[in-house]
């Protein structure tokens, strides 16, 4: 996202908290206290390079809100980071936990970087120069990092060993999102999409649509995207559209989704394999059940509102639709499901994590996607019953329902 992009995700964000916070009756303390995080850390790290040469990478910690708990929030490697974007993420983290009831406010970090033009063990010297530098502001109770864009279990491990050198202790709840054998979670691999499946599950009772043959497009055949068309398929439905950077393909009948989930690359890329491609926009505007954005920010607009032909939107990504076309979708009568709902079971899975690595005793895959699935629905009917009763889209009633616990928690503390 580049930097005009992300001043105008955060405005908008902003913009929804204070609406969120004017309904539920608090006073401008309180939105100048919540619409910008707590801290932000801003930091360069200097990396040793494979060709000998130091080169300084710049990087930011934001934690939004910690009256509830410790900030909890991944940690991306991208070369369009920037500090508009990390704070913005901060807010929407702040306000995922919020939602599932959870005892964290938000965080994000980020590192300006491409981690694909970087050697292996010039991403590991990252990731530890990374923790270094933020050391004194992080902890199993006090910030809580977890992968995020380009970010993976290896990066997380390299981040957690060098947290106990640092610490001279063994911590596994210094970070989430670990490989298994030191300390991960069963199904924090698959946690977002496995959420977005139980949200578009929920989303299409209330529209009264059976998932047998449902038509569903994804945009983005990422880790969220890819992981989601397996759900989809085994359940029944037809994935009939999926796109990544390069287009997008379509097919009424049906993609064959084990065929592209066998051939895609690491980086989610599969459609160049295929002459026959059509263009995202087109992607977005095909007729049919169930749409999810899984790709990146502002992809449903005031410009392709009016062509959307689904019958549910179901936001995977962050901040794929802006305000202005939520206002459309919901007024044409579309139910959609807000990123800060939709997308909130990796930080779920994580706090499963957390809480294992506390308590030293570890749950099975099928429990955590039984534990998963419960808080899941919780938080669907919340939003959706202030939704209807508060006669407010469904993006404002979970920014509402997020928003309310960390404003109490930050009151009752007298901060305001």
């Given amino acids: 996202m580049s930097g005009t992009e992300s001043q105008d ?48 990478f710049h990087g930011f910690r934001a934690q939004h809100n910690d009256a509830v708990g410790p900030t909890k929030g991944g940690v991306r490697f991208h070369p369009d980071v920037n500090e508009a974007e990390v704070k913005a993420l901060s807010i929407w983290m702040s306000l995922k936990c919020g939602i599932a009831d959870l005892p964290y406010g938000g965080g994000k970090g980020g590192i300006i970087c491409d981690p694909r033009k970087m050697s292996f063990r010039e991403l590991e010297r990252l990731s530890r120069g990374y923790v270094r530098a933020i050391s004194q502001l992080v902890g199993p109770t006090k910030d809580i990092p977890a992968p995020d864009v380009m970010t993976n279990s290896q990066v997380m491990a390299w981040m957690m060993d060098e947290y106990s050198r640092i610490r001279e202790f063994d911590s596994p709840g210094f970070i989430t999102g670990k490989p298994i054998v030191l300390g991960g979670s069963q199904g924090r691999e698959t946690a977002t999409a496995r959420g977005v499946a139980i949200m578009i599950d929920e989303a299409m009772r209330k529209k009264g649509i059976g998932i047998q043959d449902a038509r569903v497009v994804i945009q983005g055949f990422g880790n969220a995207g890819s992981y989601l068309a397996k759900f989809m398929h085994e359940a029944g439905a037809k994935v ?32 160049n394999l295929f002459r026959e491609t059509i263009s995202n926009d087109e992607l977005l505007t095909l007729d049919c059940d169930v749409l999810v954005p899984a790709a990146i920010e502002n992809q449903i607009t005031s410009d392709n509102a009016e062509r959307i032909k689904a019958q549910i939107i179901v936001e995977a990504a962050n901040g794929p639709t802006t305000l202005e076309a939520t206002r459309i979708v919901t007024e044409r009568g579309i139910l959609l499901v807000p990123d800060v709902l939709a997308s909130s079971g990796g930080v779920i899975v994580s706090y499963f994590e957390w809480v294992q690595n506390n308590q030293g005793y570890y749950w099975s895959e099928a429990e955590v996607d039984e534990k998963l699935r419960r808080m899941m629905i919780r938080g669907f009917n919340q939003v959706y019953e202030q939704h209807l009763t508060r006669k407010v889209d469904m993006r404002l009633a979970a920014y509402m329902v997020g928003v309310r616990k960390m404003a109490e928690a930050s009151r009752l503390r007298g901060w305001v």
């Fill in 240 to 271: 009939i559209g999926i796109s990544d950077v390069n287009g997008a393909l379509y097919n009424e009948k049906g993609l064959d989704i084990e065929y592209l989930l066998d051939r895609r690359d690491s980086f989610g890329t599969v459609t």
């Fill in 9 to 56: 995700v955060l405005l908008s964000t902003q913009i929804v908290i204070e609406e969120a916070l004017r309904k539920l009756g608090y006073a401008d303390e309180m939105v100048e206290l919540l619409k910008e995080p707590i801290r932000l850390l801003t930091v360069r790290i200097p990396v040793r390079m494979d060709d000998g040469k130091t080169k300084v």
